[in-house]
């Protein structure tokens, strides 16, 4: 037993009070959202309603999952917070770092050569300090969750975005950068803006040819990739509850492709079979003895209008078959109508490869619906035109579809079989061919379709679609086919139709599996020491960073002004920068390479006001650093959007820039800047930005008597001698100036654990 049944128990046994408490201070019937939300405050019983989409909340999240490129980070600063062990139950999954190419054991044994002391790291560290791992070839994070922890009414961050897969077992699963993890680990509250609720009604059946996947790709048509910004997506209807609890992961796995915060569904009986289906009886057993309080109370369905934000209805009887894309995965054309979407587009309708699997869509059922389709190759005389590959989603669903013969059967029309990892979902595809970026289309069953997300290549077409249809669009080799009406000639030059797809929910022999690749770490591991080599590229232990000094900040260097747009991206990079996660020397190289320099309007090229000389950024402030000088960064609106990656707070942090003005920011970087001990200010007026020169040297004064809501006053030396004052608006509270005088956030955990 992975799973903690303590921790749910005590979980459950608040949940009535809380949420009576929480109905009395709302005043009227709670949405299942709401009452796992209230059901998680940090301060036990609520004692006040949160206005939706306005107040900032303090939750206690049950559970923490890492994925292996963003776990690296999070876990080299909960290093620094001086615990003994992790304060909730959290786990680490290995699954982004391994690249598909020949089949699954090949690439496997390869990427654990090449990563090996990523690998290692993660697993001295799960081991030392309470953390299960999942080692590389177990599976991927959120399927692993779902089979393993995932449980109705609980809540949990990850450190991935697709997280919110466990709202298919009834969960508020949200994900979060790695500073946020570090905090839960180390026994902080979790801070969010109390979300708007967008509720969907599913009515009638799935059938045929539709699956669930389709329903997600009709709501992100709806309400494209924006429309669930800062909202929880909250299902309900018959339709809700006729579908498998797989299909509902999938569901919630794609809400991050509205932007949604979350998804969820309330506790039904497929819920209850999954448990039991994945040795979690006792689980399901305690969620049916506070059934009433896992689902939304009754006047909320009955009315949906009255109680959520907004409210769509889908009819699934009606469900057509969905293909998104390309390049967006809000793009949905029904299958009937992709024929003449492609012909008006010019979108290539020679299918090279289909994909099945990955996180979102390689559960037993998808399998076994595809391989029905796979059957109908040999049985109806067929050849499959496309390539055809499948990512198995975690060991026990490869372990048992190979018992059961499927792997066979896809063999037979040819298909590859890689790692049960990420792979080509994340980019780590080595396709042939990639690299002459020539013009082609894939369907695929993963979530995402951005350009050059499979393969690297800008002209790769990819379009997503359930399972069952990449199977059959494969079949097919082409993307105008539509199984429902349209026929394939076979061998023998007969015309023949595919029968629409069936499976099986969950598997007749039940799961099974013989290595599921868990490590369970030690009962007390004060022994246990990390492995980091010190001339490591790749890892790099933390020095915890310094406190404030104590005085106001003078001579303060401008290190750049950026110009327009500067998201997260602009500020620490990705691409092949990933690599570089586990080490802040080695990442701070991109610092800043991407924003824009007001002066120049060029890319990473800033003025060097100790030499007087133009060079990239990193470099010219590791020169400030070596010279003992700190500096400021100046931006524009909304700096620091994009992901709530927390390098970009810390890279600045790590190379000595003491302070980020800006006429606003997004509201995650500017926390993770408090978090990591920078200040970061606003223009009290907002035209003062045009008063900032490049060789300017800026005081900040104000700071010993540094307090929330009073501005920082600041002193422009411009290089002609003159000067003048303006002033800095914060956002700081009491415990976030303490973050500040204290050097940075975990420097104040430790505090508390080290002494
Ligand atoms: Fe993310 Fe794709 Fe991996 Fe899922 S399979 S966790 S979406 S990279």
């Given at each position: 037993?992975?799973?903690?049944?303590?921790?749910?128990?005590k979980?459950y046994?608040s949940?009535?009070?809380?949420?009576?408490?929480?109905r009395?201070?709302?005043?009227?019937?709670?949405t299942?959202?709401e009452?796992?939300?209230?059901?998680?405050?940090?301060?036990?019983d609520?004692?006040q309603a949160?206005e939706?989409g306005?107040?900032?909340?303090?939750?206690?999240?049950?559970?923490?999952?890492?994925?292996?490129?963003?776990?690296?980070?999070?876990l080299l600063q909960?290093?620094?917070?001086?615990?003994?062990?992790?304060?909730?139950?959290s786990?680490?999954?290995?699954?982004?770092l391994?690249?598909?190419?020949?089949?699954?054991?090949?690439?496997?044994?390869?990427a654990?050569q090449?990563?090996?002391?990523?690998?290692d790291f993660l697993?001295?560290?799960?081991?030392k300090y309470?953390?299960?791992?999942?080692k590389?070839?177990?599976?991927?994070?959120?399927?692993?969750v779902?089979e393993?922890?995932?449980?109705?009414?609980?809540?949990?961050?990850g450190?991935?975005?697709h997280?919110v897969?466990?709202?298919?077992l009834?969960m508020?699963a949200?994900?979060?950068?790695?500073?946020?993890?570090?905090d839960?680990m180390?026994?902080l509250?979790?801070?969010?803006?109390?979300p708007?609720?967008?509720?969907?009604?599913?009515?009638?059946?799935?059938?045929?040819?539709t699956?669930?996947?389709?329903?997600?790709?009709?709501?992100?048509?709806?309400?494209?990739?924006k429309g669930?910004?800062?909202?929880?997506?909250?299902?309900f209807?018959?339709?809700?509850?006729?579908?498998?609890?797989?299909?509902?992961?999938?569901i919630?796995?794609?809400?991050?492709?509205i932007?949604a915060?979350?998804?969820?569904?309330?506790?039904?009986?497929?819920?209850?079979?999954y448990?039991?289906?994945?040795?979690?009886?006792?689980?399901?057993?305690?969620?049916?003895?506070?059934r009433?309080?896992?689902t939304?109370?009754a006047e909320?369905?009955?009315n949906p209008?009255?109680?959520?934000?907004q409210?769509i209805?889908?009819?699934?009887?009606?469900?057509?078959?969905?293909?998104?894309?390309?390049?967006?995965?809000?793009?949905?054309?029904?299958?009937?109508?992709?024929?003449?979407?492609?012909a008006?587009?010019?979108?290539?309708?020679?299918?090279?490869?289909?994909?099945?699997?990955?996180?979102?869509?390689?559960?037993?059922?998808?399998i076994?619906?595809?391989?029905?389709?796979?059957?109908?190759?040999?049985?109806k005389?067929?050849?499959t035109k496309a390539?055809?590959?499948?990512?198995?989603?975690?060991?026990?669903?490869?372990?048992?579809?190979?018992?059961?013969?499927?792997?066979?059967?896809?063999e037979?029309?040819?298909?590859?079989?890689f790692?049960?990892?990420?792979?080509?979902?994340i980019g780590?595809?080595?396709?042939m061919?990639?690299e002459?970026?020539e013009?082609?289309?894939?369907?695929?069953?993963f979530?995402?379709?951005?350009?050059?997300?499979?393969?690297g290549?800008?002209?790769?077409?990819?379009?997503?679609?359930?399972?069952e249809?990449?199977?059959a669009?494969?079949?097919?080799?082409?993307?105008?086919?539509?199984?429902?009406?349209?026929?394939?000639?076979?061998?023998?030059?007969?015309?023949?139709?595919l029968d629409?797809?069936?499976?099986?929910?969950?598997?007749?022999?039940?799961?099974?599996?013989?290595?599921a690749?868990?490590?369970a770490p030690?009962?007390?591991?004060?022994?246990?020491s990390?492995?980091v080599d010190p001339?490591?590229?790749?890892l790099q232990l933390?020095?915890?960073?310094?406190?404030?000094?104590?005085?106001d900040?003078?001579?303060?260097?401008?290190?750049?002004?950026?110009?327009?747009?500067c998201t997260?991206?602009h500020?620490?990079?990705a691409?092949?920068w990933?690599?570089?996660?586990?080490?802040l020397?080695?990442?701070s190289?991109?610092?800043?390479?991407?924003a824009?320099?007001?002066?120049?309007?060029k890319?990473?090229?800033?003025?060097?006001?100790?030499s007087?000389?133009?060079?990239p950024?990193?470099?010219t402030?590791r020169?400030?650093?070596?010279?003992?000088?700190?500096?400021?960064?100046?931006?524009d609106?909304?700096?620091?959007?994009g992901?709530?990656?927390?390098?970009?707070?810390?890279?600045p942090?790590?190379?000595?820039?003491?302070a980020?003005?800006?006429?606003?920011?997004?509201?995650?970087?500017?926390?993770?800047l408090?978090?990591?001990?920078m200040?970061g200010?606003?223009?009290?007026d907002?035209?003062?930005?045009?008063k900032?020169?490049e060789?300017?040297t800026?005081?900040?004064n104000?700071?010993?008597?540094?307090?929330?809501?009073?501005a920082l006053?600041?002193?422009?030396h411009h290089?002609?001698?003159?000067?003048e004052?303006?002033?800095?608006?914060?956002?700081?509270?009491?415990?976030q100036i303490?973050?500040?005088?204290?050097?940075?956030?975990?420097n104040?955990?430790?505090?508390?654990?080290?002494n």
């Amino acid at each position: 037993m992975v799973f903690d049944l303590e921790m749910i128990k005590k979980v459950y046994g608040s949940f009535p009070g809380r949420i009576s408490a929480a109905r009395k201070v709302v005043g009227r019937p709670l949405t299942l959202t709401e009452k796992i939300l209230y059901a998680h405050l940090w301060q036990g019983d609520a004692t006040q309603a949160y206005e939706r989409g306005k107040s900032y909340v303090d939750f206690a999240p049950d559970r923490v999952a890492m994925q292996d490129a963003t776990a690296q980070m999070a876990l080299l600063q909960f290093m620094q917070a001086g615990r003994d062990k992790v304060a909730v139950p959290s786990t680490v999954h290995c699954d982004h770092l391994i690249v598909a190419k020949e089949n699954s054991k090949v690439d496997l044994d390869r990427a654990v050569q090449e990563s090996k002391e990523v690998y290692d790291f993660l697993a001295s560290v799960s081991n030392k300090y309470g953390i299960g791992f999942w080692k590389p070839g177990a599976g991927i994070i959120h399927q692993v969750v779902l089979e393993n922890y995932a449980f109705p009414g609980g809540m949990m961050i990850g450190t991935d975005s697709h997280t919110v897969n466990a709202g298919g077992l009834g969960m508020i699963a949200i994900g979060v950068g790695g500073a946020d993890a570090c905090d839960v680990m180390s026994g902080l509250a979790w801070e969010l803006k109390m979300p708007k609720l967008i509720g969907v009604k599913l009515t009638g059946k799935l059938n045929g040819w539709t699956a669930p996947k389709d329903v997600i790709l009709k709501v992100a048509g709806i309400l494209t990739v924006k429309g669930g910004t800062g909202a929880v997506v909250e299902y309900f209807g018959e339709g809700a509850t006729s579908m498998s609890c797989t299909g509902k992961g999938t569901i919630c796995n794609m809400g991050a492709e509205i932007g949604a915060t979350t998804s969820t569904f309330g506790y039904d009986e497929s819920m209850s079979r999954y448990l039991k289906a994945t040795g979690r009886e006792d689980v399901a057993n305690l969620a049916d003895g506070i059934r009433e309080h896992l689902t939304a109370d009754a006047e909320v369905y009955a009315n949906p209008e009255q109680y959520f934000d907004q409210v769509i209805e889908i009819n699934l009887s009606e469900l057509e078959p969905h293909l998104n894309g390309p390049f967006t995965p809000d793009l949905a054309t029904p299958i009937s109508k992709m024929k003449e979407e492609a012909a008006r587009n010019g979108w290539p309708t020679k299918v090279e490869v289909g994909l099945i699997g990955s996180c979102t869509n390689s559960s037993y059922e998808d399998i076994s619906r595809a391989v029905s389709l796979a059957k109908q190759v040999a049985e109806k005389g067929l050849k499959t035109k496309a390539e055809f590959t499948i990512t198995p989603g975690s060991e026990q669903v490869r372990y048992t579809i190979e018992r059961d013969g499927f792997l066979n059967t896809f063999e037979q029309i040819g298909a590859k079989v890689f790692a049960n990892a990420c792979g080509p979902c994340i980019g780590m595809w080595d396709r042939m061919g990639a690299e002459k970026q020539e013009k082609n289309t894939i369907v695929h069953s993963f979530n995402r379709n951005f350009a050059k997300r499979a393969d690297g290549n800008p002209n790769t077409y990819a379009f997503v679609a359930s399972p069952e249809l990449v199977t059959a669009l494969a079949i097919a080799g082409d993307l105008a086919f539509n199984p429902l009406t349209d026929t394939l000639t076979n061998e023998k030059g007969e015309q023949v139709k595919l029968d629409a797809p069936t499976g099986y929910e969950l598997p007749p022999k039940g799961f099974s599996v013989e290595d599921a690749g868990f490590e369970a770490p030690a009962e007390d591991g004060s022994g246990i020491s990390v492995i980091v080599d010190p001339a490591s590229k790749r890892l790099q232990l933390l020095d915890p960073f310094a406190a404030w000094e104590g005085t106001d900040l003078k001579g303060l260097k401008l290190l750049i002004k950026a110009k327009g747009k500067c998201t997260t991206d602009h500020i620490s990079m990705a691409g092949p920068w990933l690599k570089f996660r586990g080490h802040l020397d080695n990442i701070s190289n991109n610092l800043l390479i991407g924003a824009v320099n007001f002066f120049n309007e060029k890319t990473d090229s800033v003025k060097n006001q100790l030499s007087g000389e133009y060079g990239p950024v990193p470099a010219t402030q590791r020169s400030y650093k070596a010279a003992g000088i700190g500096s400021i960064v100046v931006g524009d609106e909304n700096y620091g959007e994009g992901s709530s990656r927390e390098h970009a707070a810390m890279e600045p942090r790590h190379l000595g820039v003491r302070a980020v003005l800006v006429k606003s920011f997004a509201r995650i970087h500017e926390t993770n800047l408090k978090k990591q001990g920078m200040l970061g200010l606003t223009f009290a007026d907002k035209s003062d930005y045009d008063k900032i020169m490049e060789d300017d040297t800026i005081d900040i004064n104000g700071l010993p008597s540094f307090a929330p809501g009073k501005a920082l006053e600041l002193v422009l030396h411009h290089a002609d001698g003159t000067s003048e004052t303006i002033l800095a608006n914060h956002s700081y509270n009491e415990q976030q100036i303490e973050w500040f005088k204290a050097g940075a956030a975990l420097n104040i955990i430790r505090r508390q654990f080290v002494n």
